[in-house]
């Protein structure tokens, strides 16, 4: 399984941007079920930032709540972050994950790359 981020960059304080994430599995059936956003900023430890999980429910950093939504389009096992009226705390390298499983094997957790956020004020 392996997940592709992308949509990171620069962006001023206030400014939006959205980050998305795509899972793949080399064409094998893969089961998605909670999917996430992390983030980890230098010198600090990796933290959830938003997670959906297979049921639908949301939920969010107290930090972000109200500013950041987390969306899943199942179709296509993709995952977003709209992220708006940043600032400069939300500068981080940004880690998508999943929990999922193969046929063959059971719920496992997968990790993206991250893509860098930086957010200057």
């Known amino acids: 399984v392996q997940l592709q981020a992308s949509g990171g960059g620069s962006v001023q304080a206030g400014g939006s941007l959205r980050l998305s994430c795509v899972v793949s599995?080399?064409?094998?059936?893969?089961?998605?079920?909670?999917m996430s956003w992390y983030r980890q900023a230098p010198g600090k430890q990796r933290e959830m930032v938003a997670t959906?999980?297979?049921?639908?429910?949301?939920a969010y950093a107290e930090s972000v709540k109200g500013r950041f939504s987390i969306l899943r389009d199942a179709a296509v096992n993709a995952l977003y972050l709209d992220m708006n009226t940043l600032q400069s705390e939300d500068t981080a390298a940004y880690y998508c994950k999943v929990v999922a499983a193969l046929p063959w094997r059971g719920r496992q957790d997968y990790w993206g790359q991250g893509t860098q956020v930086t957010v200057s004020s």
């Open positions: 599995a080399g064409g094998k059936v893969v089961n998605v079920y909670d």
């Open positions: 959906q999980r297979s049921d639908g429910t949301t």
